[in-house]
């Protein structure tokens, strides 16, 4: 099905954490080095939003943060449900052929971003013709797992949490200092996205579909 995907209003801001928590995440108890925080705390939203695959719309970067948006659909023919480019919704208002339809008239399933087409309370298909959703899409406050998830990639960009990749490390402390240390994996090929931090992630990502 063809689509098009607006932003109608855009996130005032598309990180997932405040300075405070940016200073916190990396240790740092002043203003001195916000700027270089915030650079640092978009860049992992955004590594974030791009391993969720969360739609673009235009020239501005897709985010997890809410923003409203206007999806245009041309079904060709009648159609069981239409599938939004992104998820968890907040308000959502659809023009169906020209007609604005009344709150009774479909139902959003939201953390999914689907809508069905509803009949005297019962699920019925889309018809052919244009359809315009206008609607929510994100999160107004992050969800604690999201935001630390954010907050050790954060750590970690700044050095100051623990390596994820380290298996075992030794230190002997005899006159002279050695340090034996082995990886997981290979250090260099070592990813922003651990497994666990996966399976959170998981929760957020959307699915790919045609």
């Given amino acids: 099905m063809i689509t098009d995907l607006r932003i109608t209003q855009a996130a005032p801001d598309r990180g997932l954490l405040s300075i405070e928590e940016l200073r916190a995440a990396a240790s740092v108890s002043d203003s001195t080095q916000d700027a270089s925080l915030l650079r640092t705390g978009l860049a992992v939203a955004d590594t974030i939003s791009g391993w969720c695959c969360v739609a673009g719309a235009g020239i501005a970067a897709p985010t997890l943060r809410q923003e409203t948006l206007a ?13 939004l480019a992104r ?8 023009v169906e052929n020209g007609a604005t339809l009344n709150a009774a008239d479909f139902f959003a399933n939201e953390r999914a971003g689907v809508l069905t087409r509803l009949n005297n309370g019962s699920p019925c298909r889309w018809q052919s013709g244009i359809v315009v959703v206008t609607y929510q899409a994100g999160f107004a ?8 998830v954010a907050a050790e990639m954060v750590s ?21 200092e050695q340090v034996e240390r082995e990886y997981w994996v290979d250090a260099a090929a070592a990813v922003d996205i651990t497994p666990d931090m996966a399976d959170v992630l998981g929760r957020y990502k959307t699915i790919q579909v045609g």
């Fill in 156 to 176: 970690r960009r700044s050095g100051t949490a623990r390596d994820p990749m380290l298996k075992r490390e030794r230190v002997d402390v005899a006159g002279i």
């Fill in 71 to 83: 999806q245009t659909f041309w079904p060709k023919c009648a159609v069981e449900s239409l599938i």
């Fill in 141 to 148: 406050d992050v969800p604690t797992d999201l935001a630390e």
């Fill in 87 to 94: 998820r968890f919704l907040g308000t959502v208002s659809v």
